[in-house]
């Protein structure tokens, strides 16, 4: 069973940066595929970024394209979701998720293992 903890969520004025972080329990970490999703109040979650398990495929949603890196640290269980020029509405929890081992992160995969979520606000 893998475990997935998010920090560095806060307040932010637009324009501004955060840089997510996710741990991760386990010993499969490296073998795994990971993404990030965001949920706004009212809305579904949808997907932000994912990066497959060798670290060497990213996968992006157009609305943060060039603004989101997503990145991955298999040395200390960890993947981050660097945030660029924020705008207000990318205010939302944001999620981090990891997939059974060596599954890749074709678009609409299915992830197993699901964070608790960071809350991020963008004030404009």
């Known amino acids: 069973q893998v475990q997935l903890v998010e920090s560095g969520g806060g307040l932010v004025q637009a324009g501004g940066s955060l840089r997510l972080s996710c741990a991760a329990s386990g010993r499969t970490f490296s073998t795994q595929s990971l993404g990030w999703f965001r949920q706004a109040p009212g809305k579904e979650r949808e997907f932000v970024a994912a990066i497959g398990w060798s670290g060497g495929s990213t996968s992006y949603a157009d609305y943060v394209k060039g603004r989101f890196t997503i990145s991955r640290a298999n040395a200390k269980n960890t993947v981050y979701l660097q945030m660029n020029n924020l705008k207000p509405e990318d205010t939302a929890v944001y999620y981090c998720?990891?997939?059974?081992?060596?599954?890749?992160?074709?678009?609409?995969?299915?992830?197993?293992?699901w964070g608790q979520g960071t809350q991020v606000t963008v004030s404009s």
């Open positions: 998720a990891a997939r059974r081992p060596y599954r890749g992160i074709t678009p609409g995969a299915t992830y197993e293992y």
